[in-house]
């Protein structure tokens, strides 16, 4: 397989360059230390945090709360790039696409640890989140959208992309890691029809994963946006303001991201400068988008605003959050005009834009901590006290420990596989796909087992079979409801890997004849050939 | 086995009759067997392990009827027990004096009964440490003493100290010192023996503080007075309070001149801000005004105030121009008070201690009653001025004196006077609910000036400083929830109350009510002392001390109410004067006065300890557990809200915090009371400052001192 | 589970309609479920007036809540800043205007019949009653604070750490009233042991809870000295508190954010 | 006496997921203690049911009183097992009788070791079960009237919320939380 490719686009685990070295240890390290200090959290309390009572001039949500988010919104960019490069067959993307799923996948598993840190009974918090949440409270769609369907249509959107390779490195990879690559490529078998089917798959999975993520955005936004007691946040602008910001931050991440993976895994070839470049242009619109929504806003807050909005809005640009707004501001505006302004001249630096990108997730943070600390530390309708919010070691250790696993997810795993997928032939997606009911009905019934699971979970978790009890009736229904999310993206994975009949009569349109190797790579076809009558006569 | 029927016996009456036999006791012991609730949930969810609880898991529940001790108002309780345990204090509705109400002091009383820093047990100090000691050698060990300073035939240079404590424990030490022949017998009851009580005295000849009409009255003005929150009968004023503005068909008006901004200039329906000490100027004035008003009629009963006549003469002198310039209240405001306190009779003008801790104190008294008498407030009614009802119990008959103790007596005694400590210490000195290491001025003095006396004994539950750094002996007594007591509440009906404290509880600790040592002690000196205090229990005294009761009363649990008014007197005696507050140091020098007030946790001194009461805020608006002291921001040039500040006198200097605060007089500082242990349990301990340090023998506030940044 | 919030049950209408599918298999639970709920005798919404012109603030009420709640006691030092447990402390009010009268008040919970907290806590674990009281089960709480965020009063404290009851400190603990760990959010209870202590009292005598015996309830109206609170149904016209209610000083904080607290204040009455 | 000595085991299956989820604290139900518990007195509970006083037979509720309309059943303080037992009330006198009146003589008090006992986030009435909702004390604490030892393990059926919620439901009992969680 992929002989026909040139030898430099063969997937290939390559030589990392030493600085991998270090960032791992350095990213150890960071992953230590956050352990360290999240025991030192559950030894003491959530006293070990700068976090209090709001009211009581505290923020009872802080840096657990700002990282989470932001985690969240750098997994913007990972699904969205894949799915904008699938949709509109953007090639350019194509290089770039594997690694945004990937740090898609890793930024939401690191930003549902945020969640757990934050909680003040994270074992609790694991147990009950799936058996009783609630869709009224907008954490639901936190603990189901994002966790259940978000990371795992991305998930699905991963591994059936990778497969392809899998499926070659599952020959040419390290004979250790062969039966992970076996099983990543399982059933996979390098036809045109696989290909094919992928590209549809693919397709319809990203005309699903780009609503779905604009409503987990916004959800995120709307666990601020629609709290009408505190001022700041009570705004219908946090719901799209959060899905941009997450992509300012999503798009910096990756172009920083796919920089230092060119150089650590010298794949300077392999993901060419244009992708980059691309990137940086949607980089510079969304900052000019947020930075609009950062007019407004201000305007809304400062223009007869009702007093305690006037109140934060003068805190936050003069007062003691002065620095961190103006930090934004600069931030967000260099990470607008860098790229705007290579835009321009048609240029493209690498360094400048990785600046740029950089920029981008620092105000990010900073803009996050915006929103989230002074409408508690300083919004009170009434004349509550007021006080600061200042994080501890602790806190900040957490955080750096989260952030430490994520490079050291990506870095690892980029140890593991390729992660610039190996690019399929225009020619091969198009093949003429073999009418397969059994294939179409079990995906169909998968598809609908799921959307019965979903409505079933959805309306138990609005309590409307509890009668007037308080619990839903069916316990776990909002796990019920997330594995049906699970699921209805898993059909695509039935799709693709259900068994393919091989009827001798069946006419392939193959471009090219298939060679012995092919059904070698294919595994399950390996695995039953020692009782399949039909293989045995086939080989 | 066939058990036999029991004869007969209703089992539901007996069952019935012997709960209350029930005692608590202490907890049994589990050996080698781990409960099954040890950890029913795996999460601390639940009730924590409660000693006592699942040693007898009767769940038996009572409530006694029992009286406040927390400060001397005596308000009537009803305390919650279960199992043995106190577990909440309720107001009584039966008594006239809460009504069921109850203060955070008297709530915060489980607090201090169940305080983990308690004695809990008789101390010695050996070699500079208090070590447990047995309650026998203990008490030989005062009893030796005191056989020896008789023996000697100096009885005087025993001192003997009571502080606010009001009730029988205190009569029975007065007996003692009385019997034993000291003279020194130091007498901490506010009430009894404070500026206001000595003027009342002379007034209307009854040692203690008078009772105020609040229950008719139209219209009060409060000179200075802290009203809600240190005096005496803050639960009913308060209840008063209300009463009077929602509760009666009238509405009272309640005008506070103070100084500063505290809950009674809140509460007041017009708050002036009265230059500190000046309220004797304030109320001539307005007397002044008054009388103006009715130039022909002769106002004021002659029968009862003797000499009113001559009022005119003395108060004309106070011009609204002049009282404007030394209160600096504006001249439109003082007539239209005037006008008020005349139009809306009956109306009165309230002073208390706090009203007169100045240098001018008496002064500021006489003149507030001169003005009451213009008002024609004294036995008013609906709601004027009257002097205390007399005690309801009989005088004690004398104790028999032998040649020693008239001989002692004879000589002159102490009256808790720092220099006069220094320079004769006792022999032997008895504190009991006193803590002059502490809460007298200059406590640094006095611990050497205690630690020069050879004996000295504190009766004190708590670690307090005199028990840490100065006693030798500590008889730690019972909290008063868990002892008997009979005792008169500071007056505030016109009706004798008397209240009986119960044990609610067993006692927690190896701790013994003071009254029990006192007459153990008298049993262990022998003699004429002993002969003195005759009974052998505490509980005995009381009950023979109840024996004499006017029988003319209401009994209720808990409380004992008189049947009649106090009669009016003869006459009452006003001597109006004023003289200006006077104020120590150099005024270049230390530009600012300091003015000290009793927040409302403070409870005479006891609430440091309880952090309920420590954490309620000092004044109005604070935030919980702050400490500050507050100073206009004309005064304190330089210094941020907020900052830690050194204020010094000529005397000493403090740390503590400040808060810039618009509603304070310019020129002054004010400091709450009651920070700045540094014993006294985990939460008395280094929480503010101890504003005695600043202060010199004499009045509360008559010190001046500065303002420094960031520190001494 | 309260049926009587007519926003919700109108979304779930709604949601309902649209989710189709599930619905069939899964009615048959639901007819069940309808059965066995029993109607209440009648609707009551436990509520409370404080008036403020009696009110002095002289704070018996937020110690006496302490007292009987086993509200623990967290240090003075500056990492316990923030960190009070408050189910009931004196708000305290600067003038908007210059010259204008600053106001003290007592603060609960304020029980919004349209709760902030109720809506956003994502396990259910603060809920209305059927008496209209906010409540919070401990024992369910996550300790995610949401519920301390979206509250516009501020009247929700969470644990930072495990409460501690020094050595004898522990025997004052109300056996009626579950002690709480660190990491749960608590809050006032309207004193609700003791509503249900009346409650049962008043079902084991066969009659119905009287507004006299209710009156000064919960432990902050039984301290009282001024007798400015006063407890009661609010859905009973001839009560106590209903009749204070309809005092035309009354006001209730920040009922433009629509809240419609339970806890209704007269408004101080100076010259 | 034939019955089994042993308590029934308050072991149960547990509820389903909410059961566990909930998980309202198997109080005591999931350890069998190592020991049996050191009670002051091996108290017969099978030989007093069949007592016979005047105003009828001695019930659970005589010693227990709080059981019929109280919240907590209560176990007996020595008084009252004294106000039986103040006289002789055996042919010969039992040894446990001597040892109540020894405790009775050395004031010291009867310190039960509770053995049933609800976590503590859960508010449990005996008066609304038994004065209320009329059920016998046997329902939940099964055939103590059997025993002739002090009970070792807690007496009770109830595991699980899901086991209270059952019940409540059937029963048409309220399901509020605070019905019965404090």
């Known amino acids: ?539 | 086995m066939k058990p036999p029927r029991p004869r007969s016996m209703s089992r539901r009456a007996a069952v019935a009759g012997l709960t209350g036999a029930a005692g608590a006791g202490v907890v049994g012991c589990r050996r080698g067997w781990t409960p099954p609730e040890a950890d029913p949930t795996g999460r601390a969810l639940a009730k924590p392990h409660v000693a006592g609880a699942e040693a007898y898991a009767t769940h038996e529940e009572r409530w006694f009827h029992s009286a406040c001790g927390q400060c001397p108002a005596g308000c009537g309780i009803r305390v919650r027990v279960i199992e043995g345990r106190a577990v909440r204090i309720e107001g009584d509705r039966d008594n006239p004096l809460n009504r069921g109400g109850i203060g955070a002091r008297g709530l915060a009383a489980l607090q201090g009964l169940y305080d983990a820093d308690r004695l809990t047990g008789p101390r010695r100090r050996a070699g500079g440490r208090l070590v447990p000691v047995s309650w026998d050698e203990a008490l030989d060990e005062v009893a030796a003493a005191l056989t020896a300073l008789r023996a000697a035939g100096t009885p005087e240079r025993l001192l003997v100290w009571c502080g606010h404590e009001r009730g029988l424990t205190h009569e029975l030490f007065a007996r003692l010192a009385r019997a034993f022949g000291t003279p020194s017998f130091v007498d901490g009851r506010p009430a009894h023996s404070g500026t206001l009580a000595r003027v009342m005295e002379e007034t209307l000849g009854v040692a203690e503080l008078p009772v105020w009409g609040w229950e008719g009255a139209a219209q009060v003005l409060s000179l200075e007075a802290g009203l809600l929150e240190g005096s005496c009968q803050a639960v009913y004023f308060t209840r008063m309070a209300a009463q009077r503005r929602r509760g009666a068909r009238t509405r009272a008006h309640l005008v506070h001149a103070g100084p500063a901004f505290d809950l009674s200039a809140y509460n007041a329906d017009q708050w002036l801000r009265i230059a500190p000490g000046t309220s004797g100027a304030l109320a001539l004035g307005l007397a002044r005004l008054i009388l103006e008003r009715h130039p022909e009629r002769r106002e004021l009963p002659e029968t009862l105030v003797a000499g009113a006549g001559a009022l005119r003469e003395v108060v004309a002198a106070y011009t609204p121009a002049r009282v404007t310039a030394l209160t600096g209240i504006n001249a439109r405001d003082l007539v239209r008070l005037a006008e008020e306190l005349d139009d809306h009779r009956p109306s009165f003008a309230y002073v208390d201690e706090q009203s007169l801790a100045f240098s001018n104190g008496a002064d500021t008294a006489r003149a507030a009653m001169a003005l009451n008498a213009v008002l024609g407030a004294f036995w008013a009614e609906a709601g004027g001025v009257r002097a205390a009802p007399p005690s309801p119990l009989p005088p004690w008959p004398e104790p028999e004196l032998d040649a020693v103790a008239v001989a002692g007596l004879a000589r002159p005694g102490h009256d808790g006077a720092l220099a006069a400590i220094e320079a004769a210490p006792p022999a032997v000195a008895l504190f009991h609910h006193a803590n002059p290491a502490y809460a007298r001025p200059q406590p640094a003095r006095w611990r050497e000036a205690l630690a020069a006396i050879p004996l000295v004994v504190s009766f004190s539950p708590y670690r307090d400083e005199t028990v840490e750094a100065v006693a030798d002996l500590v008889l730690p007594d019972h909290t008063f929830l868990e002892r008997w007591e009979l005792a008169t509440p500071a007056p505030a009906l016109d009706r004798a109350i008397l209240t009986r404290r119960v044990p609610v509880v067993a006692p927690l600790h190896d701790t013994r009510p003071s009254g029990d040592v006192v007459l153990a002690l008298a049993r262990r000196v022998g003699g004429a002392v002993a002969t003195a205090l005759p009974w052998p229990t505490f509980r005995e005294a009381t009950e023979a001390r109840l024996a004499g009761l006017d029988e003319r009363g209401q009994a209720h649990a808990g409380f004992w109410l008189g049947a009649e008014p106090a009669p009016a007197p003869a006459r009452v005696t006003v001597r109006p004067g004023y003289e200006p507050p006077t104020w120590v140091g150099d005024p270049a020098r230390f530009p600012l006065r300091l003015l000290l007030h009793r927040p409302l946790g403070h409870a005479e001194g006891s609430g440091a300890n309880l952090p309920w009461l420590r954490m309620l805020a000092p004044m109005p608006g604070a935030a919980p557990w702050s400490f500050v002291a507050r100073v206009h921001p004309e005064s304190a040039p330089g210094v941020r809200d907020g900052a830690e500040v050194a204020l010094t006198s000529e005397l000493g200097s403090i740390r503590i915090r400040v808060r810039l605060d618009e509603r304070v007089q310019a020129g002054y500082v004010v400091v709450p009371l009651g920070g700045g242990h540094d014993a006294f349990g985990r939460w008395a301990r280094g929480f503010g400052a101890n504003a005695m340090d600043l202060i010199g023998a004499g009045p509360l506030c008559a010190t001046r001192v500065r303002i420094e940044r960031g520190g001494a | 589970m309260s049926a009587k919030d007519p926003n919700r049950r109108d979304l779930l209408r709604v949601l309902g309609a649209s989710v189709g599918a599930g619905v069939g298999a899964t009615a048959g639970l639901a007819a069940s479920a309808g059965e066995a709920a029993a109607a209440p005798a009648r609707t009551r919404r436990w509520g409370m007036v404080i008036d403020l012109d009696r009110c002095t603030l002289c704070s018996s009420c937020t110690v006496a809540c302490k007292q009987e709640n086993n509200v623990p006691v967290v240090g003075p030092d500056d990492e316990h800043v923030g960190a009070q447990i408050e189910w009931l402390s004196i708000l305290w009010q600067e003038p908007e205007q210059p010259g204008g009268l600053p106001q003290g008040m007592p603060f609960p919970c304020q029980h919004c019949a349209d709760a902030p907290c109720v809506k956003v806590c994502p396990v259910g674990a603060t809920y209305k009653n059927d008496e209209g009281i906010t409540m919070q089960i401990w024992d369910r709480c996550i300790g995610c604070r949401y519920c301390m965020v979206a509250c516009p009063y501020g009247r929700r404290s969470f644990n930072w750490e495990t409460p501690r009851w020094d050595g004898t400190q522990i025997q004052m603990l109300n056996p009626d009233v579950a002690t709480r760990t660190g990491g749960v959010v608590e809050k006032c209870t309207f004193c609700y042991q003791r509503v249900r202590r009346v409650r049962e009292r008043a079902a084991l005598e066969g009659r119905e809870i009287e507004d006299e015996e209710v009156r000064r309830l919960p432990a902050c109206a039984a301290a009282c000295p001024a007798e400015a609170i006063v407890f009661g149904d609010l859905a009973d016209p001839e009560s106590r508190v209903s009749e204070l209610a309809r005092d035309p000083r009354r006001f209730q904080l920040l009922d433009y954010l629509g809240t419609d607290p339970s806890v209704i204040y007269l408004k101080r009455d100076r010259r | 006496m034939s019955a089994s000595r042993r308590p029934v085991s308050p072991e149960r299956a547990r509820g389903r997921g909410l059961g566990l989820v909930c998980a309202f604290g198997l109080a005591g139900a999931c350890a069998t203690p190592a020991a049996a518990p050191p009670q002051p007195l091996p108290f017969d509970h099978a030989l007093h049911a069949t007592v016979e006083l005047d105003d009828g037979p001695l019930g659970c509720t005589t010693c227990h009183a709080g059981a019929e309309r109280g919240v907590r059943a209560g176990l007996p303080a020595l008084s009252t097992c004294l106000s039986c037992h103040m006289r002789p009330q055996g042919d010969p006198p039992s040894s446990e009788e001597a040892r109540v009146r020894e405790l009775a003589a050395s004031g010291v008090p009867l310190r039960w070791i509770q053995v049933t006992r609800n976590p503590g986030h859960v508010y449990f009435s005996h008066g609304a079960h038994v004065a209320r909702a009329g059920m016998a004390c046997a329902e939940c604490h099964g055939e103590v009237t059997t025993w002739t030892e002090p009970p070792t393990v807690p007496l009770r059926h109830l595991t699980s919320m899901d086991a209270c919620l059952a019940c409540h439901r059937a029963r048409g009992a309220p399901t509020d939380c605070v019905t019965c969680h404090q």
């Open chain 1, 1 to 539: 397989m992929h002989a026909e490719l040139r030898p430099e686009l063969r997937p290939e685990l390559r030589r990392v360059s030493p600085i991998w070295y270090l960032m791992v240890l350095v990213a150890a390290i960071a992953v230590g230390v956050g352990l360290y200090c999240y025991s030192v959290q559950l030894a003491r309390g959530d006293i070990a945090t700068g976090l209090r009572n709001p009211g009581n001039g505290g923020a009872a949500w802080g840096f657990y709360i700002v990282f989470y988010v932001y985690f969240v919104g750098v997994s913007f960019a990972g699904i969205t790039v894949a799915s904008l490069a699938r949709v509109f067959h953007i090639d350019t993307l194509k290089p770039v696409t594997r690694l945004a799923e990937l740090l898609t996948i890793v930024a939401l598993g690191v930003g549902a640890m945020m969640v757990l840190a934050d909680l003040g009974r994270p074992l609790d918090g694991l147990l009950k989140l799936p058996a009783l949440a609630r869709p009224s409270s907008p954490f639901y769609g936190t603990f189901t959208l994002v966790v259940s369907g978000y990371l795992f249509s991305s998930l699905v959107f991963f591994v059936l992309a990778g497969r392809y390779d899998a499926a070659a490195m599952a020959q040419t990879g390290p004979p250790l890691l062969r039966p992970l690559y076996r099983l990543w490529g399982a059933g996979f078998r390098d036809d045109d029809v696989a290909h094919t089917r992928h590209w549809r798959s693919s397709f319809v999975l990203a005309m699903t994963i780009m609503p779905l993520l604009i409503v987990a955005h916004s959800t995120l936004g709307f666990i601020f946006g629609i709290q009408a007691g505190r001022p700041g946040w009570f705004s219908a602008l946090q719901a799209p303001a959060f899905v941009v910001m997450a992509g300012v931050s999503g798009t910096g991440a990756l172009i920083v991201l796919a920089a230092i993976v060119r150089r650590l895994f010298r794949l300077e070839d392999r993901i060419p400068i244009a992708a980059l470049r691309w990137l940086g242009n949607f980089l510079w619109v969304l900052a000019a988008v947020y930075l609009y929504f950062m007019i407004v806003e201000e305007l809304t807050s400062t223009y007869a605003a009702p007093r305690a909005d006037r109140r934060i809005a003068h805190e936050v640009v003069g007062g003691s959050f002065a620095i961190s707004f103006w930090l934004t501001v600069g931030s967000l505006g260099l990470a607008f005009l860098i790229p705007f302004v290579m835009y321009l001249r048609r240029l493209t630096s690498v360094a400048w834009l990785v600046v740029a990108a950089l920029l981008a997730n620092v105000a990010a943070v900073l803009k996050r901590l915006l929103i989230v600390v002074p409408s508690q530390t300083h919004g009170g309708h009434l004349q509550l006290r007021e006080g600061l919010y200042t994080p501890t070691w602790v806190e900040i250790g957490v955080v750096l420990g989260a952030a430490g696993l994520l490079v050291l997810g990506i870095l690892l795993f980029g140890r593991i596989f390729p992660l610039v997928p190996t690019p399929v032939p225009e020619a091969r997606r198009h093949a003429a796909v073999p009418r397969e009911p059994l294939r179409v009905l079990a995906t169909v019934t998968c598809a609908l087992i799921a959307a019965g699971l979903i409505a079933f979970g959805l309306s138990d978790s609005f309590r409307m079979w509890s009668g007037d009890e308080l619990d839903p009736r069916v316990p776990f229904s909002p796990a019920i409801f997330a594995t049906g999310v699970i699921l209805l993206f898993s059909s695509a994975i039935v799709y693709e890997t259900f068994p393919a009949r091989r009827r001798r009569a069946t006419p392939r349109r193959v471009i090219r004849p298939p060679r012995a190797r092919i059904h070698r790579v294919d595994v399950r076809a390996q695995l039953r050939s020692s009782r399949d009558p039909r293989v045995r006569r086939k080989s």
